[in-house]
């Protein structure tokens, strides 16, 4: 199935971990509506692991979704959400056991994928816990591709190894339309700039049919849910999500959406930031900063309607000017073009700029321009 854009969604893990219900999901679901997200772009509802009995049916070899917590089966739900016009996603692992420790999907894909398509599944996140020493995870990513695609239904695959064993390099040739790239993210500054920072060198392997997933964000979270999260700021969050989008990575919420803020709302559905994510090219950014200057991220992206983008991120703990230097985009200054820039946070008009800009960005905060290649 081809995956042209990085899906755009909510996740229940971050927040929710095993506090799953379908009174979460139903209510999420008319969330996303009502809150307009989905109009934004937002359309996989995913619930993550623990949704499931701790064993499978002894008779039917089946996963049974947990009685407690679904009380009227996963159809159900999933009718909800699809009744809601949003597209609906579930969890397994390639392992004897998830991650949580609930049945996994060794040896049992082509069942579990049948099973996920007569629930109305649309999107499966499949995880690399719990796999038994012999098991080689590029075998099994391909083995469960290859279920999804014999389940009768158009399933996405998202394949979440965290990155190890160069996923980058193989995890395309499994069917899957998305691959997570590194280890989970925690809601503090610290561990959205690593991921960030970690996968500047391997966008290249990102594009219209398997995206680089970095993770669910944690914006707008401010530290509830996910043990070992002290939760960040504003300024954070709007450089998170502003990264990600610069990064063209699927966006999957992970903060309650029933409950979230106006700053938060606001910034998730900033139309410019999506289109930017959203691009159909999709096309890795250039990195402006010199090597090894660890506290800023200057990215520069060509968009397929001519424009650019340019995203100034400060992730340093003091308020300073960056400086990009506009012959490392490609425009020599003898070329007689100049840059013109529009805020799209504020829509404000950043001026025409040649050679270079000097911007002053707070602590923690990033400034993204959209870039049009003028001669003034
Ligand atoms: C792993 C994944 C997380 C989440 C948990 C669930 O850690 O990387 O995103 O799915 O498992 O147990």
Redesign the pocket.
Known sequence: MMVKRPPMGF?T?NTF?NRIDEKLIMESADAMVASGLKDAGYEYLVI???WSKYERDPETGKIVPDPEKFPHGMRYVSDYVHSRGLKFGM?S?NGVR???DYPGSFDHEFLDARTFAEYGVDYL?Y???YRPGSADQRTLYRRMGMALRASGRDIVFSA?N?GQDDVWSWIRSTGASLY?ST??IFDTPESYRNIARSQMDKLGASAPGCFNDM??LTVGMYGKGLVGSTGCGDADYRSQFALWCMFSCPLMLGCDIRSMNDATRKLITNPELIRIDQDEEARPPIFLQGEGENDRICAFKFLSDGDYALGLFNLSEEDRDLVVLFNDTGLPASAGYAFALTNVFDGSDGGVHREHLRVHVPAHDCVVYRVKLVQP
Do not use: L
């Open positions: 996740n893990w971990g993550d692991d623990c969890y692992c998830t991650c949580a996140k995880d690399n816990c979440c965290w997570r280890g989970d993770d669910m």
